[in-house]
């Protein structure tokens, strides 16, 4: 049973935040590595977020598609 349409509006917002925050995030990794820090720990939780976004975009598109 897909999800109503007024929750599916309320993750497209959350997605569409996260993936603004996930963009300054990114820069502010490169700004890290172009200074020489170290940004292992930064770039691991960058790609695991970067993950995460990736499957409830997957789980939104799903769920928008079910509901016509």
Do not use: W
Request: without cysteine.
């Amino acid at each position: 049973m897909p999800l109503p349409k007024e929750q599916l509006d309320f993750i497209k917002l959350d997605i569409d935040a996260a993936s603004k925050t996930l963009k300054a995030m990114k820069d502010v990794i490169d700004d890290m590595r172009l200074a020489g820090m170290s940004i292992e720990k930064q770039q691991k939780r960058f790609d695991d977020l970067t993950d995460k976004i990736r499957s409830l975009r997957v789980f939104y598109e799903r769920q928008a598609t079910k509901s016509g």
